[in-house]
């Protein structure tokens, strides 16, 4: 891994680009990065990582009480990281600079109904352009499973990494259960883009993320890189807790240790799963080493103006192709249309209407379970979920 994989040329702007953002700190997506490290996916895209196990994600629902439910939740949270940070890496060969979307951007697309599962879609927008913020909504209706949240990023740069700390948070609510509606409040882990000396980055995390359950139970998830706890990279441990009013903390308390783009298990088990007890680490506690299942999108020719991959159609492909002169005269097309609109928009008063979410000055579920596990200060914006098939419970 630690070897250049540059040729001499790119070699001299890469350089020259870390410089860039050695020296700039601050909103990565402003700075012009060298052709070989673009990616053609917007970050409007990204959201879909959420639903890439979609059996893991509408079987939340089937859990029989809150503790094995908290548990699902936490096996399906930990089975989405490998997409969301590693499959860059996998796919394109390292990190790479995704299209910066545009205010206004969409992003549709489902996991088809199955034997196995109902249909789960998926809703995304981006709500903010300076500074950027995508916001996303999950839904599935048989199992009344509920995603929404919303994406920022705050970089900097540090010990010659970017050390992205993500801003926004998102929500799993379980609809329609016999004891009526649960939430869980998921915050989001620390990034740091490591290998860029070398050209090429890739992604690890670090600290802590936590999921509350609005019934008490916590999760609570720590990340290392190589050579902490077992000297892996990608390695996480996360410790399950029951309410602090629970008759037998110590039984329901489950922990579990290991990768996140491999395996992980049972390092202690709880009195709520036997079957696990016998011979603690089999089976996997999640094991996202098969296949995930990608989204479905419609063709791009059956989109509208505003949904991502026909909005960025040409840009992804002089970038697909090597075609960068083609890239970036499509890229400042865009961005000049951009412009032009906002300067309309002061010109008529009006301002930029968002289609499927809504501005809210604070959220009272977000206020309360953050309170619950460290007393988060609330971020200063919040986008809740305004489109068709919303669930009133
Ligand atoms: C977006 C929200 C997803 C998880 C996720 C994964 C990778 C992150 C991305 C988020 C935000 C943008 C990001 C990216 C990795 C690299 C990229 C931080 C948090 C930056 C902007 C690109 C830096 C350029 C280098 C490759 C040099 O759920």
């Known amino acids: 891994r630690h070897r250049w994989r540059l040729k001499p040329k790119q070699k001299s702007s ?27 996916v917007s970050l409007t895209e990204f ?7 979609p059996e893991l ?26 997409g969301q940070y590693t499959s860059r890496n996998e796919k394109m060969g390292s990190e790479k600079k995704p299209l910066n979307p545009v205010l206004g951007e969409l992003f549709f697309g489902e996991w088809p109904e199955t034997e196995t599962r109902g249909k789960t879609t998926l809703t995304v927008e981006q709500v903010s352009h300076h500074p950027p913020v995508t916001a996303y909504r999950m839904y599935n209706a048989k199992s009344g499973v509920e995603l929404s949240g919303f994406s920022g990023q705050k970089t900097s740069f540090s010990g010659g990494s970017i050390i992205v700390k ?26 740091r883009i490591d290998g860029l000396w070398y050209g090429s980055p890739y992604t690890e995390l670090s600290d802590m993320s936590y999921i509350q359950c609005e019934n008490g139970w916590l999760s609570t998830i720590e990340y290392k890189g190589k050579g902490y706890f077992s000297g892996k990279p990608h390695s ?3 410790v399950l807790t029951p309410p602090y009013n629970h008759p037998a903390p110590d039984e329901h308390t489950h922990v579990v240790e290991g990768t996140w783009h491999e395996t992980s298990s049972y390092t202690k088990a709880s009195g709520f799963q036997p079957e696990l007890k016998p011979g603690l680490g089999t089976p996997y506690f999640t094991d996202v080493r098969g296949p995930k299942e990608e989204i479905s999108v419609k063709p791009e020719s059956e989109q509208g103006e505003w949904e991502s991959r026909k909005l960025w159609k040409m840009v992804a492909e002089g970038i697909r192709s090597g075609d960068y002169d083609l ?14 609109m906002r300067k309309d928009e002061v010109a008529a008063g009006t301002t930029w209407q968002l289609k499927y979410f809504k501005k809210i000055p604070h959220d009272e579920l977000y206020e309360r379970l953050s309170e619950m596990y460290n007393g988060q200060p609330p971020t200063d914006e919040m986008y809740v979920y305004t489109g068709p098939d919303q669930v009133q419970d």
């Open 47 to 53: 959201p879909a990582y959420w639903g890439e196990r």
């Open 14 to 40: 890469w350089t020259t680009f870390i410089k860039q953002i050695a020296s700039f700190g601050g909103d990565l997506s402003s700075l012009t990065a060298p052709p070989f490290i673009l990616s053609p």
């Open 166 to 191: 993500q801003t926004g948070h998102a929500v799993l609510t379980l609809h329609g259960l016999p004891s009526g509606k649960e939430q869980y409040l998921i915050t989001l882990p620390r990034l």
């Open 236 to 238: 996480f441990k996360a």
């Open 57 to 82: 994600f509408s079987s939340i629902a089937e859990g029989v009480d809150e503790e094995d439910r908290s548990v699902r939740v936490l096996k399906w949270f930990i089975a989405t990281l490998k």
């Open 327 to 340: 890239a970036s005269k499509e890229k400042t097309k865009i961005e000049n249309q951009q412009r032009q």
